[in-house]
C-alpha cells in the first residue's frame, strides 16, 4: 500500500475526477444518493467524476467521509485503489474450507483426549450425532450456534476458535486495533499520531517488553546509582 505524505500539500487535481468515481463504485453507491447526502444536483456530482468541474475543498472533505478514503489519496494516481479491499472468490472460498477443516479437527482432538463419544457430545448440545460427525470432519460448516452448543460442552472458549493468522483473521486484528485505537482519549490519538514521537513510542514498547519486575529493579538500580553520584562519600561509610 502506497504511503500518503500528509506534509504534502501540493494536490494533484488531474486525478481527482477518476478516484472520485473509483471510490463511489466501490462503496457501492450511486451517484443520485451522494448527490442528496451533499445537496447537490445529480448533474453537479458527475461532472465531478468527468473532471468537468472540480468540486470546493469541503466537499471533497465529505465526499472522502462517505467513500471511506483519507482526503489525500483523491490525487494520487492510484491512491483510492490502494486503500481498496478486493479480496479473490477462490482464495477466500479455500480459506473457509482450511478454517472449517481446522475447527473440525480441533473439537474432534479435543473430545477424543476428554474420552467423550459422539453420542455423549450429542446428548449433551442435542445436536444430531450424525451432524457431529459430519462437522469434526470438516464436511459441513459448523453453524455459530452449534459451535457455541459444542464449545461449552468440551469446556472451551469459544474466543480461541476466532481467526487470528490467515489474511481474514489478519483483516479483523487490524480492524479491532482501529477501533482501540478509536476509544483512546484524544490527547493520545495525536501523541501517536505525530510522526515525531515514534522515538517515544518505541522506548514505551522497549520498555514494555521487559517486564514490570524487571523494569522497577532497573529503576531501583538507576535511584541507587543516582545516590551514589550525588554523595559518594555516604555511599561508602
Not at 489525500?72 to 486503500?83: I, M, N, S
Amino acid at each position: 500500500m502506497a504511503t500518503i505524505n500528509t506534509n504534502d500539500r501540493s494536490l494533484n487535481i488531474e486525478y481527482l475526477a477518476k478516484n472520485l468515481t473509483i471510490a463511489r463504485e466501490a462503496c457501492g453507491k450511486t451517484v443520485k444518493a451522494c448527490s442528496l447526502l451533499l445537496d447537490i444536483p445529480t448533474s453537479r456530482l458527475k461532472n465531478y467524476e468527468t473532471g468537468k468541474y472540480v468540486p470546493s475543498l469541503p466537499e471533497i472533505e465529505a465526499l472522502s467521509f462517505i467513500y471511506r478514503i483519507p482526503i489525500l489519496a483523491f490525487f494520487q494516481e492510484d491512491g483510492v485503489e490502494d486503500h481498496l479491499h478486493t479480496p479473490e472468490g477462490v482464495q477466500i472460498q479455500r480459506l473457509v474450507e482450511i478454517r472449517q477443516l481446522i475447527i473440525g479437527t480441533r473439537i474432534h482432538l479435543t473430545r477424543e483426549k476428554a474420552k467423550i463419544s459422539m453420542k455423549q457430545l450429542s446428548k449433551t448440545t442435542s445436536i444430531p450425532t450424525s451432524r457431529i460427525k459430519r462437522y469434526e470432519e470438516g464436511i459441513t460448516p459448523i453453524a455459530l450456534d452449534d459451535l457455541q452448543k459444542i464449545t461449552d460442552a468440551l469446556d472451551l472458549n469459544l474466543d480461541d476458535f476466532f481467526d487470528h493468522e490467515s489474511p481474514l483473521g489478519n483483516w479483523q486484528n487490524t480492524q479491532s486495533k482501529n477501533i482501540a485505537f478509536e476509544h483512546l482519549p484524544e490527547e493520545i490519538k495525536e501523541f501517536i499520531a505525530d510522526p515525531n514521537n515514534l522515538r517515544y513510542l518505541k522506548v514505551a514498547h522497549n520498555l514494555s517488553e521487559i517486564g514490570i519486575d524487571t523494569f522497577n529493579n532497573l529503576s531501583d538500580s538507576l535511584a541507587k546509582l543516582t545516590n551514589t553520584f550525588q554523595d559518594p562519600e555516604k555511599n561508602f561509610d
